[in-house]
């Protein structure tokens, strides 16, 4: 039978799944945006071109959904089930707050997306399932966002370690946090101006947990020599 962990003992398995895996979850992350930008995004503008590379978009045999979906968001989703008892509240909250800006870019990118029903409830042989509308998905990363913002605990012990975003900085996450619901809400004004002006209210009802420029919301991470900020 499997021997049943102590509170104690449970908080410390749970601290190094996020040491272990949120790491390699980042760096995966930036890649997939970096060689998203590289490979496509670049070429597809314009911006760039490559004559005897050039070939229709057809969303076959790029490989992005699964980078994004099988590589990242599955673990996130993992993570955030671990956690859900609230015994950790600044893990869960890095977890929801990287869970909505890596749903943010595919949903920037693509629109509808498969959110509620992508099969990360642990049926992992699924192959059918629902595109959320933009509207849905939208609600459901500020609704993440609300909660992070919220949880994050500076006098809590629950110490975010091997973080290579913010060095265990909590003031940061929690900035990132707001930050990133502020940018959402200016982004869905063609969709809800009531929502808009709701979530914008309450990021800006803290504007001390904003960041004040771009050069102070990210620490520089690098993913094939390619720098995203926020």
Same mark, same amino acid.
């Given at each position: 039978s499997t021997p049943i962990k102590s509170s104690a003992a449970s908080d410390v398995y749970k601290r190094q799944n996020l040491q272990s895996i949120f790491p390699g979850t980042v760096y995966k992350t930036m890649n997939a945006i970096s060689e998203l930008n590289n490979n496509r995004m670049w070429s597809y503008s314009r911006y760039i071109t490559n004559v005897a590379f050039q070939t229709p978009w057809n969303e076959r045999g790029d490989g992005f959904y699964r980078k994004f979906y099988v590589e990242i968001l599955r673990d996130l989703e993992e993570l955030a089930k671990a956690y859900d008892d609230?015994? !950790?509240? &600044?893990?869960?909250? @890095? @977890?929801?707050? #990287?869970?909505?800006?890596?749903?943010?870019?595919? !949903?920037? +990118?693509?629109?509808?997306?498969?959110?509620?029903?992508?099969?990360?409830?642990?049926?992992? /042989?699924?192959?059918?399932? /629902?595109?959320?509308?933009?509207? /849905?998905?939208?609600?459901?990363? +500020?609704? #993440? $966002?609300?909660?992070?913002?919220?949880?994050?605990?500076?006098?809590?012990?629950?110490?975010? +370690?091997? /973080?290579?975003?913010? &060095?265990?900085? @909590?003031?940061? #996450?929690?900035? $990132?946090? &707001?930050? $990133?619901?502020?940018?959402?809400?200016? &982004?869905i004004q063609n969709i809800s101006e009531e929502k808009a002006r709701e979530y914008a209210a309450k990021s800006m009802g803290h504007e001390e947990w904003l960041f004040s420029s771009l050069a102070v919301s990210y620490t520089h991470l690098r993913a094939h020599e390619t720098e995203l900020h926020l």
């Open positions: 609230g015994s !950790l509240p &600044n893990s869960l909250a @890095v @977890v929801k707050t #990287w869970k909505a800006f890596t749903y943010y870019q595919l !949903l920037s +990118l693509y629109g509808p997306v498969g959110l509620s029903h992508a099969g990360m409830d642990g049926g992992t /042989d699924k192959r059918i399932f /629902d595109y959320d509308s933009e509207a /849905d998905a939208y609600y459901s990363i +500020l609704g #993440w $966002l609300d909660q992070a913002v919220d949880e994050f605990d500076e006098s809590s012990t629950d110490k975010i +370690l091997k /973080d290579p975003v913010y &060095n265990g900085d @909590v003031q940061k #996450w929690r900035k $990132l946090a &707001n930050t $990133l619901r502020l940018e959402i809400a200016m &982004n």
